[in-house]
């Protein structure tokens, strides 16, 4: 298994303004993940960081908006750029151990509301 | 279009009874499928993971059964307790697809004692 932690655990921002969301895994994993998850919806992958090279992002989500790092095979972020509520949501990180399909560990995610 | 569908939104059972969830998608051909169960207020948590090539996969009272020409997945929880509400999520994966899991939008089982 891995454990992951988030920081933030939730906050609340102000239109206009950017959040960078930490992600931190307690062991070293080929695969790691950004969602959003919106109220009562299920999970919508942003992308997949990369480690050592830019992210790739899914159809509907650009560098801009949603730079991600990935500097270590333990540690990423994710950035909301220029906030609107419309990006209100949970952002959750998630890890696969192997570089393939299989089970996913998720953290506790972060609960971000844009006023 | 490629699309995942899970039974209702919500399932309500009696407590001691078995919850069946379903998963059903079409246009994809999954290399794994996966279930998960989600809290409120929680990132998910793993449950089983069955294989294309396997029929049934079993964990203490969970049972998770993979029919490939069916194109469907069943989830079930025996002798369901109020403990076990919660949402459950059935994830896929492709063989093609870099690792990636595609979600369905889960389904709210509440256990009623």
């Known amino acids: 298994s891995a454990v992951i932690s988030q920081k933030p655990s939730r906050d609340i921002c102000q239109r206009g303004t950017s959040l960078t969301i930490q992600c931190q895994v307690d062991?070293?994993?080929?695969?790691m993940f950004w969602y959003r998850q919106q109220p009562g919806q299920s999970l919508t992958l942003i992308a997949t960081?990369?480690?050592?090279?830019?992210?790739?992002?899914e159809s509907g989500f650009v560098i801009d908006k949603f730079p991600i790092s990935r500097p270590n095979l333990t540690f990423s972020t994710l950035t909301v750029s220029n906030m609107s509520p419309e990006d209100s949501s949970i952002y959750l990180c998630?890890?696969?151990?192997?570089?393939?399909?299989?089970?996913?560990?998720f953290g506790p995610g972060t609960r971000l509301t844009v006023l | 279009s490629q699309k995942i569908e899970q039974n209702s939104e919500a399932l309500n059972i009696q407590e001691g009874k078995t919850a069946t969830l379903t998963c059903n998608y079409t246009n994809y051909s999954p290399a794994y499928l996966q279930w998960y169960r989600q809290d409120p207020g929680r990132g998910p948590v793993f449950l089983l993971l069955i294989r294309e090539n396997e029929k049934e996969k079993r964990k203490e009272r969970l049972k998770v059964t993979f029919d490939t020409t069916l194109k469907q997945s069943l989830f079930h929880i025996t002798a369901s307790q109020p403990a076990d509400s919660a949402t459950y999520l059935c994830?896929?994966?492709?063989?093609?697809?870099?690792?990636?899991?595609?979600f369905g939008d889960g389904t709210t089982l509440t256990v009623k004692p």
């Open positions: 998630s890890v696969k151990k192997g570089a393939y399909g299989g089970e996913q560990f």
């Open positions: 994830a896929l994966d492709l063989n093609t697809n870099a690792g990636k899991s595609t």
């Open positions: 960081a990369n480690q050592g090279s830019e992210a790739t992002y």
């Open positions: 062991s070293q994993v080929t695969m």
